[in-house]
């Protein structure tokens, strides 16, 4: 990664799964987490998709990654992968 692109240690990270490499130099991940429902007081699921930039292409479909957060890259795109956390199965 360049120097531009290396997130500081103080910003955000989230480990989440790829659901999409089909852009050039661009995964999307899908984090989910389990929060507490404000009224009711039930655990649910939440998720949410955010797009990554992948610098070399990587990472690929199932992939679990660490994204971090960063400079704004595109107008959707701010985070920056930063490892591989486990790589997808063969099937």
Known sequence: MSEAQTPATNTRTLVGRVVSDKRNKTVTVLVERRTMHELYGKIVGRSRKYHAHDEKGDYH???VVEIAEGR???KTKSWVVTRLVQKAALV
């Open 61 to 63: 479909l199932g992939d």
């Open 72 to 74: 704004p890259i595109s």
